[in-house]
């Protein structure tokens, strides 16, 4: 087994012991005093000090000196594992918000995501009215090619029947995956078929795709929408970028709203991918005032896009770097909300039960110097977790000039653009949020999800249509043929509970046309490319960045700089949320 430190900028915490740890101490305190006046005071302490000598503890060290005394004097036996999965949370949560400690039930969870593949079926799916119903097959993979197709519903996952019954989501996630070349029976229910159909599903590595869309937005702007920085975010976004430069690319929207951030090495890697070389994109400090440089090395290959990246407040750590990058390098233009405002720099520490700790050990700072770490406390978590709705108390959402900056942290970039650090990255163009089209009959359907489970029906009844999908034009020809779908949404809501309101209706409807068109997009083998060009008609960011991209000039050449060598650290860095 190989074991890897990683550098960690995070944002995940676990629950609270304020009272077990507390206890914990005076536990053992209270028990070396009294086996002090009971056993013999000399004779336990001369024990004591030969157990933490022997250990090589030093005797001010209160923390290992209780852990000792419980373990080696309490009257009853007591597992020492299980009280550290107490007491080393508790002491985590006296630092930074950032640093924490990950049980090993947890690890796999946390990672999986970003290591950009799982041991699967190959299928995604929903559990709508307690039926399972395949949504899509991922092509080529195991699900696929035992037969599956989109919207068949499983009714037993190895003869354990799993419909109908109210299974919780992940129980039946953890049927389906397994350890690859493993083997599922899945029975299905397929339209058109009587009888259930059975089919041996061989499991086999499934990607987890970072790049969640990626297609033409007009005839020469390029949309990519990056969900996470994986360990295949660079490769995914080099594919991406040659197949769209096929289809007559020259600008680009990089999306990474939501995005809380990942693998630094790729966030480093697709800066170095815009920029030209000689260009700083991060460093690192350390409490020793050690600071760490990454720079641009020449060899990027999408130094001539005209570049606008999307962030808001979910964007954070990785997302932030490179949004940072390009923005201190006059590199394109940053629009939508401020972001989160995560500069820590974490340390992940494994240990051998497979747990690990993640300590912050830097501060990590954009091109022109400014740190974007929000101000925090140490052991307030909570105060730290509120900034987010603070801000949307504040208006900060839909107005720039709620927003304030201390004079202290601006900073100006080599063209003269004034930036400020303290508290994420502010876009060159804040597009607030637009609430003014939602109404309570809006808030009705869709937070009842009724409108959502009516796209899941409408591609059920148009399967065989919705299957032969294969191109936006097709889609797009499928939806602009049917003229009764809004209307048939409407009553298909009057029947689900939600009476129409016709002033609200008209009011929102704009809306919900484009979230219908979305998901009803979604459920092709479009995915979510489908999804994002249908909803771009109401995405007012997106469609903000459309008209800065059509007016923005493309990139002068840069004056040619030497080659710079740019060695990534041998350690794996990390930043996650």
Not at 33 to 45: C, M, S
Not at 71 to 77: A, C, G, K, L, Y
Not at 369 to 381: A, E, F, M, V
Request: glycine share 8%; proline share 4%.
């Amino acid at each position: 087994m190989v074991v890897k430190v990683y550098i960690v900028f995070f944002m995940y915490k676990n629950s609270k012991h304020a009272i077990i740890f507390p206890l914990l101490l005076a536990i053992g305190v209270v028990l070396g005093i009294l086996l002090g006046q009971f056993v013999g005071r000399n004779r336990a302490e001369t024990q004591l000090r030969s157990l933490i000598r022997r250990s090589g503890m030093n005797m001010t060290n209160k923390i290992m000196q209780t852990s000792m005394l419980i373990e080696h004097r309490f009257v009853d036996s007591i597992s020492m594992d299980s009280l550290s999965e107490l007491v080393i949370p508790m002491m985590m949560e006296k630092l930074d918000p950032h640093s924490v400690y990950i049980p090993a039930r947890e690890m796999q969870e946390l990672n999986e995501p970003l290591e950009g593949e799982f041991d699967g079926v190959g299928i995604s799916f929903n559990t709508t009215s307690d039926t399972i119903m395949v949504l899509s097959v991922i092509a080529n993979g195991p699900s696929a090619k035992a037969g599956v197709v989109a919207g068949d519903r499983i009714i037993h996952i190895n003869d354990t029947l799993v419909a109908g019954v109210g299974m919780p989501q992940n129980d039946i996630v953890k049927r389906l995956r397994g350890k690859r070349g493993s083997e599922v029976k899945l029975s299905l229910k397929r339209q058109g078929i009587d009888d259930l159909v059975d089919v041996m599903v061989v499991r086999d590595a499934i990607p987890i795709k970072s790049i969640e869309a990626s297609f033409m937005l007009t005839d020469d702007i390029g949309f990519i929408r990056l969900s996470q920085f994986a360990r295949t975010s660079y490769v995914e976004l080099m594919a991406a970028l040659a197949r769209l430069r096929t289809e007559g690319m020259k600008r680009l929207i990089f999306d990474l709203r939501d995005n809380s951030g990942g693998f630094l090495d790729q966030a480093i890697m697709i800066a170095n991918e815009f920029l030209p070389a000689g260009k700083l994109i991060v460093y690192t400090e350390d409490r020793q005032r050690e600071q760490t440089k990454e720079y641009s090395d020449g060899s990027g290959s999408s130094t001539d896009l005209a570049l606008v990246i999307l962030i808001d407040e979910g964007s954070a750590s990785s997302s932030e770097i490179l949004a940072g990058a390009v923005q201190d390098n006059d590199r394109g233009t940053i629009i939508g909300r401020r972001s989160f405002g995560k500069g820590l720099v974490q340390s992940q520490i494994p240990y051998a039960d497979g747990s690990a700790l993640r300590l912050t050990i830097a501060r990590y700072f954009t091109p022109t110097g400014r740190s974007i770490q929000k101000p925090y406390t140490n052991g307030n978590d909570r105060d730290y977790e509120m900034d987010i709705l603070r801000r949307y108390n504040n208006n900060e959402f839909f107005s720039a000039d709620s927003i304030h900056f201390a004079d202290s942290l601006k900073f100006t970039t080599p063209k003269g653009k004034v930036v400020y650090g303290g508290g994420g990255i502010m876009p060159d163009v804040f597009v607030p949020l637009d609430t003014t089209d939602m109404t309570h009959y809006y808030v009705e359907v869709t937070g009842r999800n009724i409108l959502y489970r009516y796209t899941l029906e409408y591609a059920d009844r148009h399967r065989e249509a919705i299957n032969a999908v294969t191109t936006m034009a097709e889609l797009q020809a499928l939806l602009d043929a049917d003229k009764t779908l809004f209307e048939d949404f409407v009553s298909y809501a009057a029947r689900h509970g939600v009476k129409p309101v016709r002033s609200e209706i008209a009011r929102s409807r704009r809306i919900m046309e484009a979230q219908l068109r979305a998901y009803i997009g979604r459920n092709t083998a479009l995915e979510d490319n489908g999804f994002y060009y249908n909803i771009y008609p109401i995405d007012d960011v997106l469609r903000r960045s459309v008209e800065v991209l059509q007016q923005m000039p493309m990139p002068e050449p840069e004056p040619e700089v030497e080659m710079i060598s740019r060695e990534l650290p041998e350690m794996v860095i990390k930043i996650q949320k």
